[in-house]
């Protein structure tokens, strides 16, 4: 599939910045499942965009305001062209633990994926419910796949009810929140059932979720198809996609930015302003197909 | 006089070894030499030391200043000694140097399993970020420390490794200073290496790391500021390297390039000396909490526009199960067998290790594992029981974030004390620079502990500080200096902005505290001497002046004339919470001179902290929110003569530089203002009775004078009475006057053309031609215009005239900070 996506992302201050500085996270990666076609990065006040690839491979594009403005716009747009991939999964027989002794020879590479991090930790609540969930014995796939359900059916979207700063724990504790808390914390169960899993950011041609209808919180309209999902480490070597908050795998719908440890590797946006006391931000994200589109260009 | 001593020191005195020989002739000197004159020795040394105690911090914290002991009585470390040691660390900052570069490469020390990996992946000092930026030369860890103590054995061990802001070099460079100033006649008694150019040859080390095509690199040093414990020792350092002090906030990012703001626009920056932790250097990519580093720092050095030294990643270094390793990095990386080796050290995480020390924990020494300047560590053997028992579950609740190091034999040094020799456990630190080469500096920092029970020898808890001789070998001398780069003019940094805004402010409250002063003291001498009972024109003068110069509202009972001002003036003295008071603007000296002490000459932080104090004493028993009653004349004199001193010492010590001009900026902008808004004031007509109207306004006039010290002026220019005319020509327009308007604006003038020089741009001109148009409208005003009717009878325009006189003053204060302080990069895209 072919998909066109534009990313608004505009800053305006209560007084004047006399410097902006910022890092973006928007482009998405070329990778087996995706293929990026076109893509274009601009900056109102126009400025240097420099762009660099971070320590998890992804594409970051960094840009300095040092000049008194009032407002910053960056645009991302992008087109990318995705790929049915085969099921990864299909025919890997094998049991959470022997999957974890097949790792075991990449236990380097894959330490940063199984280990807390930012935004995951592994408290009593987490591991309790990943014995549960994830027993060593249980098939590794099927375990997977159910834990993706549970994920989905136990929890409740609700956009709003949580942060960029909420941990596994608080989202357990209020049982409510968004794709990256749902994501968060089958990262957690995961890895402390000793399967390496890694987040992902990204974009997903979808309606918004159920519930989440209502909203109406004017700064977020249009960033619903910013979007968050995870993905774990086969013993085949591969890296699988699950996406609990829509209990789906990923599909060819979801086009990846960027992956990290957790949230904390891969924001969007990260701004640093001098001079301005408040900020505020408004995002807008399109994604549409472009099978059918013509690119304006 | 001298005491006896034991042990170790009687074995090196009694060996005929260089060291023992230098010991002896020392140990002799001090048994027969002449007795007051070492006592002076002494205590002058023990003085120049202060100079270092009061520097720190504790001046913002605490009022007691720690004294940190000085012991004249040298450290020595003879040749043979001395050139092991530079191997063994030339060997170990070259390990680090490659461990550093291949973690922040391909990591080939951790796939081939040399040492754990999670030791590194799992340690908050491994920069992510950081990894794959290639810097230059492959040097990550440019300037090093390493602490050195004896083992049991006697041969040297390394108890701590500095790789990635080491500290310390000042007070060891200090401790030679000392001794010159206070006993240079010891040193004849040995063949000492010289410290020679410390500063600029780390200078010059570091230049070398610049990768701008420029051929005289710019350096600045990056320093938390005040907020730092170590602020003395980073502005100390500046200064010793001629190189900028700066803060995050000083530096800006313009096209992927560092840039310091200075009062001639933004200037790249090629290298960065760096004196913040690595997490803390760039809040955009690292920790966003960091109010001190540089946004976007990273870009820049991954851009190869900017180098920072030590390089960032350096603090994955400082862990000391790394250190403990290190023979196994010498292995993998050089292929030798280490040197130095480091000290005996449990890494609590293994279970064996953890047992092995918890069941000898009393004697060792427990640290964490990631070295941090503020972190808490025990000596096991001076902790109490109860101190013991918390330790042992500081450690169970984390073991893996502790190491513990089975206590080193006390390495005695002979010091002084009480007139006698003493034995006290002491360390070294030596320091090199390190790169395709290593040079270890024979500049090396010997700490000794407060007593001879404690190991103690951090200089914050007590320990005291020697100088350390290192001697010459037979036939060795002093390499010679090295050829040092003149910078060229034009690649000179020009002022930093914030500091040039300080100074302005620092000019402006001196001057103001100073006319605040006066004008109280005046104004209660006339209220003394008319017994409160001045005529109605001039206590509305008074008071007018009173409320327009402070703008402080003078309360007034209804339907009396002539009340005692002098609450009024207490309060405008003393009330520090009153900005416009002396105290409020003393205050706000102090503030300003304390964020810039390292680039402002020390006797004037003297002078101000002098009058601060006066103040403060003068208030002294004041119940809360009031203000003491004091004798007003008595206060103002002292006062005054203070500020005469802050001015002899600012015209004495300060460098005729960018920086002097905006000082001088800041104390003619202020004046000029003050001279106007008093003038202002004076001619302002007022319902008088038809008798005596003249007599009122003479008294007005002289009072003028008074207010603003031109008395004499006056009497010598005009030998007459005072008239309204006369004295208002002689305050306006008298180029001679040091209190006159046209005075300041001339100073003004000078400075902002100085302060211009060499400035391409248009716009940077406006503050000048702004001045310059001011100072000719006041020259050329025919003042006798505005006496049509007599020389006491000023008409209503020569009001409206100071009015927008001031309105211009204002505007151009404004005009020069926007050109020169608050800067901004203009948008070189468009």
Redesign the interface.
């Known amino acids: 599939m072919q998909f066109l996506i534009e990313h608004t992302t505009e800053y305006t201050y209560s007084a004047p910045a006399?410097?902006a500085?910022?890092?973006l996270r928007l482009r998405p990666r070329d990778n087996l499942k995706q293929r990026v076609t076109r893509h274009n990065t601009s900056v109102q006040?126009?400025?240097?965009v420099?762009s660099?690839?971070?320590?998890?491979g992804n594409i970051v594009e960094?840009i300095?305001v040092?000049?008194?403005h009032s407002a910053l716009t960056v645009t991302s747009l992008c087109q990318v062209q995705t790929f049915e991939l085969n099921d990864a999964l299909s025919g890997l027989d094998l049991s959470i633990s022997e999957a974890q002794a097949v790792n075991h020879e990449k236990r380097?590479e894959l330490?940063?994926f199984l280990?807390p991090s930012t935004f995951v930790h592994f408290d009593g609540n987490v591991r309790a419910m990943a014995r549960d969930l994830l027993p060593p014995s249980a098939n590794f796939s099927e375990a997977l796949h159910r834990l993706n359900r549970h994920i989905f059916s136990k929890y409740r979207y609700r956009p709003g009810s949580t942060d960029v700063t909420t941990t596994v724990s608080q989202f357990l504790a209020t049982g409510e929140g968004v794709c990256q808390d749902f994501t968060h914390l089958m990262i957690a169960l995961c890895r402390c059932a000793g399967i390496p899993a890694r987040y992902v950011s990204g974009y997903i041609e979808s309606d918004p979720p159920a519930g989440d209808k209502q909203r109406n919180d004017p700064e977020m309209i249009g960033s619903a198809a910013s979007h968050a999902w995870l993905e774990v480490h086969a013993p085949n070597g591969m890296w699988i996609g699950f996406d609990p908050t829509n209990k789906m795998r990923e599909s060819e719908r979801h086009v990846q930015i960027g992956i990290g440890r957790d949230y904390a590797d891969v924001p969007p946006l990260?701004?640093?302003f001098?001079g301005s006391q408040k900020q505020k931000l408004s995002v807008q994200v399109r994604v549409v197909r472009s099978d059918a589109v013509t690119p304006e260009e | 006089m001298i005491g006896t001593a034991s042990g170790s020191l009687d074995e090196t005195l009694g060996t005929p070894t260089p060291v023992g020989n230098v010991y002896r002739r020392l140990l002799s000197h001090f048994r027969t030499g002449d007795i007051p004159d070492i006592r002076r020795s002494i205590d002058l040394s023990q003085r120049l030391t202060e100079d270092l105690s009061a520097a720190p911090t504790s001046l913002r914290s605490s009022p007691d200043r720690r004294r940190i002991p000085f012991d004249l009585f040298p450290r020595v470390i003879g040749p043979a000694e001395w050139i092991g040691l530079e191997a063994g660390i030339r060997q170990r900052a070259s390990i680090w140097n490659h461990f550093l570069r291949d973690i922040h490469d391909s990591q080939e020390v951790?796939?081939a399993g040399i040492i754990p990996?999670?030791l590194v992946?799992?340690s908050p000092d491994y920069l992510?970020?950081a990894?794959?930026i290639k810097v230059p030369d492959d040097v990550f860890c440019h300037f090093c420390a390493f602490d050195l103590a004896r083992d049991a054995q006697g041969r040297w061990t390394v108890i701590e490794d500095h790789v990635s802001t080491p500290k310390g070099a000042v007070y060891a460079l200090h401790a030679r200073n000392v001794i010159n100033g206070a006993a240079a006649g010891l040193m004849e008694f040995a063949d000492i290496q010289a410290h020679r150019n410390f500063a600029t040859d780390m200078l010059e080390h570091f230049r070398g790391f610049s990768r701008g095509g420029s051929t005289e690199p710019r350096v600045v040093m990056l320093s938390s500021g005040p907020d730092s414990p170590d602020y003395f020792e980073h502005g100390h350092l500046a200064r010793l390297m001629g190189v900028p002090l700066v803060r995050g906030?000083d530096l800006?990012?313009?096209?992927?390039s560092i840039?310091l703001k200075t009062i001639g626009g933004?200037e790249p920056i090629d290298v960065v000396f760096r004196r913040i932790e690595d997490s803390q250097l760039d809040?955009?990519?690292l920790d966003?909490e960091s109010p001190y580093g540089i946004?976007?720092l990273l870009?820049c050095v991954?851009?190869r526009t900017t180098s920072v030294v030590n390089a960032i990643g350096a603090g994955v270094a400082s862990n000391r199960v790394i250190a403990s390793m290190l023979n196994r990095l010498s292995k993998f990386y050089l292929n030798e067998p280490l040197l130095l080796p480091t000290v005996e050290r449990y890494a609590l995480r293994d279970p064996d290790g953890r047992e092995a020390a918890l069941s000898r924990l009393e004697s060792c020494f427990v640290a964490p594992v990631h070295a941090r300047p503020d972190e808490s560590r025990w000596l096991a053997d001076e902790l109490s029981d109860g101190e013991m028992e918390t330790l042992r579950r500081t450690i169970m609740a984390a073991p893996s974030s502790f190491v513990a190091e089975p206590l080193l034999p006390r390495d005695p040094l002979p010091c002084f004390n009480a007139g006698g020799l003493e034995e006290r456990h002491s360390g070294l630190r030596v320091f090199a620079l390190s790169g395709r080469k290593t040079r270890v500096l024979p500049c090396a920092l010997t700490r000794f502990a407060a007593d001879a029970k404690t190991r103690s020898i951090s200089l914050g808890r007590g320990g005291g500080l020697k100088d350390t001789w290192i001697l010459h070998g037979p036939k060795e001398s002093d390499s010679p200096a090295r050829t040092i780069i003149i910078q060229s003019p034009e690649r000179r940094l020009r002022l930093g902005s914030r500091i040039a805004d300080r100074l302005l402010w620092l000019g402006r409250y001196a001057e103001r505290a100073e006319n605040a002063t006066r004008l109280l003291r005046v104004i209660d001498q006339i209220n003394a001497e008319t017994e409160g009972r001045q005529t109605h024109s001039l206590d509305a003068f008074l008071r007018a002046t009173l409320e327009k110069t402070t703008g402080h509202r003078i309360a007034r009972p209804r339907g009396r004339r002539g009340i005692d001002l002098r609450p009024a003036l207490t309060t405008l003295l003393l009330d520090a919470k009153n900005p416009a008071s002396v105290a409020g603007c003393i205050r706000a000296c102090r503030d300003n001179i304390l964020a810039i002490r390292e680039s402002t000459p020390p006797e004037l932080w003297r002078v101000i902290d002098r009058i601060h104090q006066i103040v403060e004493t003068a208030n002294v028993g004041a119940a809360p929110g009031r203000v003491a009653i004091v004798d007003i004349q008595g206060l103002t004199q002292e006062l005054l003569a203070q500020f005469d001193a802050l001015s002899g010492a600012a015209g004495r010590h300060m460098l005729r530089d960018d920086g002097w001009h905006f000082w001088s900026l800041g104390c003619h902008l202020e004046r000029a203002l003050v001279t106007v808004l008093v003038s202002r004031e004076a001619v302002q007509p007022r319902s008088q009775n038809r008798n005596g109207a003249e007599r009122q306004v003479e008294e007005i006039a002289d009072c003028l004078l008074r207010l603003l010290a031109c008395q004499y002026a006056y009497r010598s220019l005009f030998q007459s009475r005072p008239n309204l005319c006369n004295v208002t020509t002689l305050i306006l327009q008298d180029g001679h006057l040091p209190r006159g308007l046209r005075y300041c604006m001339d100073e003004i003038l000078s400075s902002l053309r100085s302060v211009l020089a060499g400035r391409a741009e248009d716009t940077a001109s406006a503050p000048l031609r702004m001045a310059s148009k001011l100072a000719a409208d006041i020259e050329f005003t025919d003042l006798d215009e505005f006496f049509p009717t007599g020389p006491n009878e000023p008409d209503r325009r020569l009001g409206r005239l100071a009015d927008s006189i001031c309105e211009r003053l204002s505007q151009l204060s404004s005009t020069i900070s926007d050109h020169y302080l608050?800067h901004?990069?203009?948008?070189i895209?468009?």
Do not use: C, M
């Not at chain 1, 660099?52 to 998890?56: A, K, R």
């Not at chain 2, 901004?824 to 948008?827: K, M, Y």
């Open positions: 006399t410097e500085f910022s890092e006040p126009a400025v240097v420099d660099y690839t971070d320590y998890f960094a300095a040092p000049f008194r380097r330490h940063d280990r990260k701004g640093i001098k | 951790l796939k990996f999670e992946y799992d992510r970020p990894v794959g906030d800006t990012v313009l096209n992927t840039h933004l809040p955009l990519t966003p946004p976007a870009s991954r851009k608050h901004q990069a203009f948008n895209l468009r």
